[in-house]
C-alpha cells in the first residue's frame, strides 16, 4: 500500500503544511498574548478531530477483516498448551505474514502465547569450601586365627581378582576353622607375614587361581582391628590370643581343673602333637554375669600392669542360650593352687600386713629367713592393690568383705563370711598365684569387678599397709587419656562391645572408674604414698 492510498496520512500532511506557516506568522505579529493563545487552541482542537476520525476510520476496516474473537474462542485459546520461552532472549517473533485459514475456509485468531518463566539452575559456589566431602566407609576383613596366605601370590592375580570383582581368601587345602600345628611364638611370625602380604593400612581379599581351594567370603573376626597398627599396650601376644580366644572352633568341651568352669579346647591341625591346652588352644569360659573380666583384661594393659590373662567377649550356642560370655586364655604354665584358697602361696591377712612391713625383694635385697617373706617381689602386692581398688575386686584382699558394706547377692553374704570379720589375721587371702618359671610375679585371674557400689561406700581395706605405688599406672591415671584409651582398647571386642550397649553403655563404666581413679589420687596424697617406677 503506498503513500496516497492512506487518506489519513494524506489529510495531516495538508493540515501540517497550511497550518503550520499561518501559525508562525500569527506567532510573529504583534497580537496580544491572549488573542494568540486563543489561535493556538482551536488549531490543536481542530487537528485533534482530525486525528480522532482517522482512529475511527481504521478500526471499522480492521474488525471486518477478521472473525470477532468471544469470549467462547479465549477459553479455548486458554487450552492451548504452554509455550516455555526461555530467559536469554530469544524469542521467535510471531507469525505477521497473515491470519491463519480454518478448516472451513475462514480465518482464525492467532494463537494465545503464554510465557513460562523456568527458573535457571543455579550454580554452587565453591564447593570445595562449603560443601563436606563425602567420606568412605572402610571395611576390615581381618584374616581368621591361623590362617596365611599362599606363597605364590602375585600383584598380577590379585590386579586380575578385583578387575573381575570378587572378593575371595585363599586358604589354601585347610579348612577355614583349622588352626595350623606351629607353635605359638611362631604363630606370631605368619601374622606378621600376612601384615606385609597384605600391604600397609586394611585388610584386602587375595584372589589366587591355581590348585588351590578359595573361599567366596571368609568370616570375619570378632577382633576388629582397622587401622595399621593395634593399640600400644597391647601386644602381639595378646592380639594373636584374643583372635584364638574370639574367633578359633570349639574341638571339645572339659571341665577345668581346680577351678570353676568349663574349658573349651579349639580346634588344631590334626596332626599336632601334645596337649591342646599346654600349647595354648584352651580357653576357660565363665557366666555372663563375669563380664568385667573382659573390662580388667583392658584395664591392665593400659595401666601397664600386664598381670592378668587375654580375655575376650564370646557368644556360644550350648550355654546361657547364646548369651555373650567371657573367655580367658587358660595358662598352663600356672603354679598349682590350694582348692580351698585357689592360691599357690598360703597367705592370711595378719601374714600379709608383715609382709608389706619388711619390702620383700625390694631393690634386689634379699629378705632374712625371720621376716616371713615369700617368692613374690614387694611392688606385686601394690600393683594389686591398685587394680583391685579401681574394680573393687574384694575376693582377693578382703574375702568377708569386711572393708564395705555388701549387699545380698555378694558371695561373701551368701556364704555366711560377714558374720567372721572379728578376727580378720586370721582371714586367708585368695587367687595369690604365680608361674612356676617367675614366682617373684603374681598373675591376677579370678578379676570379676564391681561397678554398681557407689562413692561412699568403697572397699578402703585393699589399701590398707600399701605406703607405694607404681609410677606407669598413676601418670595414666593423671594423664586424663584413659576414658580415649579405654574406649579404643575395649571397641575391638566387637561381642563386648555390643552386649554393653555400645559406646553409651561403655562409658558409664569408664565414669565409674575415673571417679574412683580421682579418689584413688585424693588417697594417695592424703596418705603421703610414695609413686615409684616398679619396672623391675
Not at 335 to 357: D, E, I, M
Request: charged letters at 25%; aromatic letters at 8%; one cysteine or more.
Amino acid at each position: 500500500m503506498t503513500f496516497l492510498d492512506q487518506p489519513g496520512q494524506i489529510i495531516n500532511w495538508f493540515v501540517c503544511s497550511l497550518c503550520t506557516p499561518r501559525v508562525l506568522r500569527l506567532w510573529s505579529g504583534r497580537r496580544s498574548r491572549t488573542r494568540r493563545n486563543l489561535l493556538l487552541g482551536i488549531a490543536c482542537v481542530i487537528y485533534l478531530g482530525f486525528l480522532v476520525s482517522q482512529v475511527g476510520h481504521i478500526l471499522p476496516q480492521h474488525r471486518g477483516g477478521h472473525q470477532k474473537v468471544s469470549s467462547r474462542s479465549l477459553q479455548d485459546a486458554g487450552q492451548t498448551p504452554f509455550m516455555g520461552i526461555p530467559l536469554d532472549g530469544t524469542l521467535s517473533p510471531p507469525d505477521l505474514q497473515g491470519p491463519q485459514m480454518g478448516g472451513n475456509g475462514t480465518s482464525e485468531p492467532p494463537n494465545v502465547v503464554y510465557i513460562t518463566l523456568r527458573s535457571k539452575r543455579s550454580k554452587p559456589t565453591n564447593i570445595r569450601g562449603s560443601v563436606k566431602p563425602k567420606l568412605r566407609k572402610k571395611h576390615a576383613f581381618p584374616l581368621p586365627y591361623g590362617q596365611r596366605f599362599p606363597v605364590g601370590v602375585t600383584g598380577q592375580e590379585e590386579a586380575l581378582s578385583q578387575k573381575q570383582g570378587r572378593t575371595s581368601y585363599s586358604m589354601g587345602l585347610m579348612r577355614a576353622a583349622v588352626v595350623p600345628e606351629t607353635p605359638r611364638h611362631q604363630l606370631k611370625k605368619h601374622w606378621d607375614g600376612e601384615r606385609k602380604v597384605v600391604g600397609r593400612g586394611h585388610w584386602r581379599h587375595v584372589g589366587v587361581s591355581g590348585a588351590v581351594n578359595v573361599q567366596p567370603k571368609a568370616r570375619e573376626s570378632n577382633i576388629r582391628i582397622y587401622s595399621e597398627r593395634s593399640p600400644s599396650w597391647l601386644s602381639k601376644d595378646d592380639i594373636l590370643s584374643m583372635r584364638l580366644l574370639a574367633d578359633s572352633r570349639i574341638g571339645s568341651i572339659r571341665e577345668a581343673p581346680s577351678q570353676h568352669g568349663v574349658l573349651l579346647v579349639f580346634e588344631r591341625n590334626p596332626s599336632a602333637r601334645g596337649a591342646a591346652c599346654s600349647q595354648g588352644y584352651c580357653g576357660l569360659i565363665k557366666r555372663p554375669l563375669d563380664m568385667s573380666e573382659v573390662f580388667a583384661f583392658h584395664l591392665d594393659r593400659i595401666l601397664g600392669l600386664k598381670k592378668t590373662l587375654p580375655s575376650v567377649s564370646r557368644k556360644s550356642e550350648f550355654i546361657q542360650d547364646g548369651l555373650p560370655c567371657p573367655v580367658i586364655l587358660w595358662d598352663s604354665s600356672l603354679a598349682p593352687t590350694n582348692n580351698r584358697t585357689h592360691s599357690s602361696v598360703r597367705l592370711n591377712w595378719g601374714a600379709y600386713q608383715q609382709l608389706l612391713k619388711q619390702k620383700c625383694w625390694q631393690n634386689g635385697k634379699v629378705p632374712k629367713a625371720e621376716w616371713g617373706c615369700t617368692e613374690i617381689h614387694h611392688h606385686e602386692w601394690s600393683k594389686m592393690a591398685l587394680f583391685d581398688f579401681l574394680l573393687q575386686v574384694y575376693n582377693r584382699l578382703d574375702r568377708n568383705c569386711c572393708g564395705f558394706k555388701p549387699r545380698k547377692e555378694d558371695s561373701c553374704v551368701q556364704k555366711g563370711l560377714k558374720l567372721k570379720c572379728e578376727d580378720q589375721d586370721s582371714v586367708d587371702l585368695t587367687h595369690i598365684i604365680q608361674r612356676r618359671h617367675d614366682p617373684r610375679h603374681l598373675v591376677f585371674i579370678d578379676n570379676k569387678g564391681f561397678f554398681d557400689r557407689s562413692e561412699d561406700n568403697l572397699d578402703f581395706k585393699i589399701l590398707q599397709g600399701i605406703k607405694e605405688f607404681p609410677e606407669s599406672a598413676i601418670s595414666v591415671l593423671k594423664s586424663q587419656r584413659l576414658r580415649e584409651k579405654l574406649l579404643q582398647s575395649l571397641f575391638l571386642d566387637k561381642v563386648y562391645w555390643e552386649s554393653q550397649g555400645g559406646r553409651r553403655g561403655i562409658e558409664k563404666l569408664i565414669d565409674v572408674v575415673e571417679r574412683r581413679a580421682k579418689i584413688l589420687l585424693t588417697y594417695i596424697n592424703a596418705h603421703g604414698a610414695k609413686v615409684l617406677p616398679m619396672n623391675e
